[in-house]
């Protein structure tokens, strides 16, 4: 017989009341309080001294079955949760563990296998009884090995393009699968652009959800434009059967129902805090070699669920010689070992050598086409003593003489000659109309090619899109115009130049041209940017490629016709993962140029319909902060009366309907805005159209940087193995931690220790340091590198 709730102790209450109010368990019915169960025959021997328990509570369904146990107020935490996983997992055979205490939620579920199923873990919420029940029969659908159907239409069948079966995408669904069903919580893809990762993924997806190994997948990527790309092209294909949503700041709690949510990594940073540690049965972490940074790992870890990392460079980090960097932080910088490829093995492979060699990818010629210039550079390096004003071409004089090699050329400064002698050359080595992807050192840098190219190639610059066009630009709808423009094999532009955004992602089968103006020393860059060239295009006759080397990068990347055999190594130096700064000299001559053509503080509005795009102008962004918030207040437009009305409303979730309207309403002309502008005017790229018009509604503040700290901070102790004591003194230093991080300044034990204020709050160094087992110092110094890496990126 159990006790009754109003016998509950002022310990064990708040937790009964939390269980029944906010997760649906019915007291005496499916909770149980201190029941009573006698220990059976068969146990009597091992537990002799023992007749009966008597747990705090008991979780059942409606037959009577239990499924989680939980015992409150851990007076003595190793004893406790020991007693759970041995007497109370024996008699009563519950799925699910929890131990709570006055900071803490401990969970254990007791089908983990393998090295993660050692201790218990922070979460932050119980699971309903729905949940568990579930679990519980995705568990026996796993301990079933009931054969698992793959859709090939999707990935793994017959392919026209490279006219055979694309057999591989059908052993990685299987190995994935078989490395689910046996518990394994880390697993690695590494898979060569163009072999078609995201329909593997696609396949593999549906595969899991129509067999109900799970209800729910998070599919992480690194940028909005993937974003939108995995819903509408991948995930697109299995719409009928499980639904999909891209989750941002604005609507996850709406659309928490869908079986698929596609999130940027930013957006994540800002919700996982929100969202159950349960809520997810798997995480697939596209282009992961990019996804990851120190805190983000604290992301991943907060989700209790296996996790498969997707990439075409997975990445190996090594300590620099003679520096000491802990294991942990190798481990965050370092694909495998992030997915659990210790070894330096994923899970599978299949890289870009091997499929150049099978046929399923363009083989390739490099090129080398060096300006004297850029052999100048290399040789000897340029000198120097001024400079010129981009626009009026006077002198500014450097007042000494300065010297720079090749790496430093076109960081910060651009020769126009140079950017003239490419474009000559790439009108001699393609025939007009082929389509090329020319990359750049800096937004500054492509804006001149692009310049160059179209004066070269005798564009009339009367109407865009013209022959060459610069896709850099924050304006999202006009990077998706140009692309999609790009995209047609016979229409404008044929070239363009980028940095970044096209180097992942992006899927242009017709390109015939990779061509190099700017050197990287990252090895996985490397083989993203000449995986955009790796693609077969029978439609336009396209079978092989040629990479156009303006810099002589092949060369350095020991380039051997299938890639490169050099390793996609992170050399880590000791105590951070922050950014190299990159260097400012200046290099001599009659073309170098100072200002950026695209300085970071102005807006660029475009205008685009149809096949016209026309830039309207470039304005400060104080003023086009000014211009949407006014144009918002005076709107009286009806779709916009109604939808700023709901605004007003508390928590209200927009549809995609009314997002969509919104963001049509932008692009009008008297705002001539979009969602990538708001982002950047306000200094907030994981945020939504919808959070920048409550913010100009007075609704809701843009959480400011300290805010976003202190709010991931907090995750952060509540994620990893802290005791009630050591979480209490972390929680008191929340302030001035975050006040010193968004302030950009570093922070240091005498920051807190010398200051009395601080000191009498939480204590001397002395008796904080015991708390923490002598090892205060190294737990700061994990925070600072947590939270100051996401500053620096």
Not at 56 to 77: F, P
Not at 293 to 320: E, M, S, W, Y
Not at 326 to 347: Q, R, S, V
Not at 631 to 639: D, F, H
């Amino acid at each position: 017989m159990g006790k009754k709730i109003n016998e509950a102790t002022s310990t064990d209450l708040p937790i009964i009341q939390k269980l029944v109010n906010d997760f649906g368990w019915k007291v005496g019915d499916t909770l149980l309080y201190q029941q009573r169960y006698d220990i059976p025959e068969n146990l009597k021997q091992d537990y002799s001294t023992l007749s009966n328990i008597r747990p705090d509570i008991v979780l059942q369904d409606l037959n009577g079955e239990v499924l989680a146990v939980i015992e409150n107020n851990l007076d003595k935490e190793n004893k406790d949760l020991l007693k759970l996983r041995t007497i109370i997992t024996r008699v009563l055979k519950p799925r699910f563990l929890y131990a709570c205490s006055a900071e803490r939620i401990l969970f254990y579920d007791n089908a983990w296998r393998g090295l993660d199923a050692g201790d218990f873990r922070q979460v932050n919420e119980f699971m309903r009884l729905e949940e568990m029940k579930l679990k519980i029969e995705q568990q026996k659908k796993i301990a079933s090995n009931k054969e698992i159907a793959i859709d090939t239409t999707i990935a793994g069948g017959f392919d026209p393009i490279v006219g055979k079966e694309r057999y591989y995408q059908m052993q990685c669904i299987k190995t994935i699968l078989e490395n689910y069903k046996s518990g394994k919580q880390k697993m690695l893809v590494h898979m060569a652009t163009g072999l078609g990762k995201t329909r593997t993924a696609v396949a593999l997806v549906k595969a899991l959800l129509s067999s109900g190994l799970t209800k729910r997948i998070l599919f992480v990527v690194d940028r909005r434009m993937l974003a939108k790309q995995s819903v509408d092209d991948g995930f697109a294909l299995i719409s009928r059967e499980h639904t999909s949503s891209w989750i941002t700041t604005s609507n996850f709690k709406a659309r928490k129902h869908a079986s698929i949510h596609v999130v940027v990594i930013d957006t994540l940073e800002l919700i996982h805090s929100d969202l159950p540690s349960t809520f997810y049965d798997l995480i697939i972490v596209d282009e992961c070699h990019r996804s990851i940074n120190v805190n983000r790992k604290l992301i991943f870890d907060h989700f209790l669920c296996p996790r498969v990392g997707l990439t075409a460079t997975p990445r190996i980090a090594a300590a620099k010689e003679g520096a000491e960097v802990d294991e942990e932080d190798l481990a965050i910088i370092d694909t495998y070992k992030l997915f659990g490829c210790e070894t330096g093995e994923p899970d599978f492979q299949f890289d870009m050598d091997r499929a150049i060699s099978e046929g399923f990818l363009a083989p390739y010629k490099p090129i080398e086409l060096l300006s004297s210039l850029v052999q100048e550079a290399e040789e000897n390096g340029i000198s120097f003593d001024h400079v010129l004003e981009p626009k009026e071409k006077y002198e500014i004089s450097l007042g000494a003489e300065k010297k720079i090699k090749l790496e430093q050329l076109n960081r910060k400064f651009i020769s126009e000659e140079n950017c003239f002698r490419i474009a000559e050359q790439i009108k001699k080595n393609t025939q007009y109309g082929e389509k090329v992807i020319l990359f750049g050192v800096s937004q500054a840098h492509c804006i001149e090619l692009a310049k160059a190219i179209n004066k070269v190639f005798e564009n009339d610059n009367d109407d865009k899109p013209y022959y060459a066009e610069a896709v850099i630009s924050e304006n999202n709808e006009l990077n998706e115009t140009l692309k999609a423009w790009f995209k047609k094999p016979y229409q404008k532009p044929y070239v363009v130049t980028s940095v970044d955004i096209l180097s992942t992602g992006v899927d242009i089968p017709c390109v015939r041209y990779i061509a190099f103006a700017g050197l990287t020393k990252s090895v996985g860059k490397y083989i993203q940017m000449v995986g955009r060239g790796t693609r077969l295009d029978p439609k336009t006759g396209k079978f092989s490629f040629i990479i156009l080397d303006f810099v002589g990068l092949c060369k350095r990347m020991e380039d051997n016709g299938k890639g490169t055999l050099k390793e996609n190594k992170k050399i880590i130096k000791s105590g951070t993962q922050k950014p190299k700064q990159q260097g400012t000299s200046k290099p001599k001559g009659e073309y170098f140029l100072i200002d950026n053509p695209d300085p970071s503080h102005l807006i660029q509005r475009v205008e685009i319909h149809g096949n016209s795009i026309v830039i309207k102008d470039n304005i400060p962004i104080e003023e086009a902060k000014h211009i949407f918030e006014e144009e918002l207040k005076k709107t009286k437009e009806p779709i916009m009366t109604d939808l700023k009305a709901k605004a007003l409303q508390t928590d209200y979730q927009p549809s995609d309907e009314e997002i969509s309207n919104l963001i049509e309403w932008l692009r009008k002309p008297n705002t001539f805005l979009d969602e990538g502008h708001l982002q950047k005017m306000y200094d907030f790229p994981e945020g939504s159209a919808w959070d920048f018009l409550l913010h100009a509604l007075g609704k809701k503040k843009i959480p400011t940087q300290k805010e976003r700290i202190e709010k991931n901070y907090l995750s952060y102790i509540h994620t990893y193995d802290f005791t009630d004591e050591q979480i209490v003194v972390l929680k008191k230093i929340k302030e001035v931690f975050a006040s010193n991080l968004s302030s950009k300044r570093n922070i240091e034990e005498k920051d807190i220790f010398g200051n009395p204020i601080y000191e009498r709050l939480i204590g001397s160094y002395e008796d904080i340091n015991k708390k923490f087992n002598g090892k205060f110092s190294l737990v700061l110094d994990d925070l600072r590198n947590t939270f100051r890496s996401r500053l620096n990126d």
